[in-house]
């Protein structure tokens, strides 16, 4: 089935020309069947890009999906135009009344900042309290991640001395996770973080579990089960240019930044990299939507009952 966006979201374009299938509402409406509501709290400053990359992954299952975008109430974006913001944004104030089965937190450019110094610090912990009582399943995203693990159990981050950044070879720690589902035993994923959240400050009673890591680039995947969620702390979502585009903004900043490890062939900057991560990226949402579409409820208002 394809995922439901607005017909002249950006995005649309992108994926209707790499082929992954977008409908509009007339004909979701036809199909007479229940979408599975996903909404993308969206914290990243280049709004359209994160669009693009999340709708791709949820749009290559084969269950329809209905995305909604979100953002934090009165938070005015500067790397967006003001019109893209009011076409197709809802502040969350204007959704809490309404549930959803899955709901995406994605990454944000604060992570160097203390938690209660970023601005909607307090909004966005009303959020994840939200999530409790309105979302039948959150998945959590780099700094997205990082707030989550902290706001529900105290964990801390760490500022690391030089920004991990890259693609890591990652293992599979508990692999009959239906979330690692058809994964292989270590699969690629670009990371791309000043900060880290330490395994070995899990606590004991949190019911967490390890899902995947790496030798250097530690914690990858958390699943959550008391709070209905999965904490990735890297960039699986990424395109085939994001890093690229990372690092090149980077050196045009003066940030104290190496090439990407293991990402441009031979780390020459001026080659242009593969996507080796892409497969593991489209099975992983494929199996959180698939988990989400087995348990919740064909009755949204009793999400979180």
């Known amino acids: 089935m394809p995922i439901k966006i607005p017909d002249n979201l950006p995005a649309r374009a992108i994926l209707d020309a790499e082929g992954v299938m977008v409908m509009g509402e007339t004909d979701a409406i036809r199909q007479d069947i229940r979408p599975l509501r996903v909404g993308l709290l969206n914290l990243m400053p280049n709004k359209a890009r994160t669009e693009t990359q999340f709708a791709r992954?949820?749009?290559?299952?084969?269950?329809?999906?209905?995305?909604?975008?979100i953002k934090i109430t009165n938070h005015v974006?500067?790397?967006?135009?003001?019109?893209?913001?009011?076409?197709?944004?809802?502040?969350?104030?204007?959704?809490?009344?309404?549930?959803?089965?899955?709901?995406?937190?994605t990454g944000a450019p604060v992570e160097t900042m203390p938690f209660e110094e970023v601005t909607y610090w307090d909004e966005l912990r009303r959020i994840f309290d939200w999530t409790q009582s309105n979302v039948?399943?959150?998945?959590?995203?780099?700094?997205?991640?990082?707030?989550?693990?902290?706001?529900?159990?105290?964990?801390?981050?760490?500022?690391?001395?030089?920004?991990?950044?890259?693609?890591?070879?990652?293992?599979?720690?508990?692999?009959?996770?239906?979330y690692l589902r058809g994964f292989s035993d270590d699969f690629l994923i670009p990371v791309s973080r000043w900060t880290e959240v330490r395994s070995g400050e899990i606590p004991a009673a949190s019911g967490m579990k390890v899902l995947a890591d790496a030798e250097?680039?530690?914690?990858?995947?958390?699943?959550?089960?008391?709070?209905?969620?999965?904490?990735?702390?890297?960039?699986?979502?990424?395109?085939?240019?994001?890093?690229?585009?990372?690092?090149?903004?980077?050196l045009a900043s003066d940030k104290p930044v190496a090439v990407p490890y293991d990402y441009f062939p031979g780390?020459?900057?001026?080659?242009?990299?593969?996507?080796?991560?892409?497969?593991?990226?489209?099975?992983?949402?494929?199996?959180?939507?698939?988990?989400?579409y087995q348990t919740t409820s064909f009755d949204l208002s009793k999400i979180g009952r």
């Not at 949820?58 to 909604?68: F, I, K, R, Y």
């Not at 159990?153 to 599979?172: E, T």
């Not at 209905?228 to 585009?245: K, Q």
């Not at 780390?267 to 892409?278: A, I, T, V």
Request: glycine share 6%; with cysteine.
């Open 216 to 250: 250097v680039a530690g914690l990858c995947l958390l699943d959550d089960p008391a709070h209905h969620a999965l904490h990735m702390f890297n960039h699986i979502e990424y395109d085939t240019n994001s890093l690229a585009d990372e690092y090149f903004r980077d």
């Open 267 to 292: 780390d020459d900057p001026k080659r242009p990299p593969l996507n080796r991560w892409r497969s593991h990226a489209h099975l992983l949402f494929g199996n959180w939507l698939n988990q989400i």
């Open 57 to 69: 992954l949820l749009g290559a299952s084969p269950l329809q999906v209905e995305l909604t975008l």
């Open 77 to 105: 974006p500067r790397n967006t135009p003001s019109d893209h913001i009011i076409s197709f944004y809802r502040d969350w104030q204007d959704v809490r009344g309404e549930k959803f089965d899955g709901l995406i937190v």
């Open 136 to 178: 039948h399943g959150v998945f959590s995203v780099c700094w997205g991640a990082q707030a989550a693990v902290h706001h529900f159990h105290g964990m801390q981050k760490y500022l690391l001395p030089q920004k991990m950044f890259g693609v890591y070879r990652h293992r599979i720690l508990d692999p009959v996770s239906p």
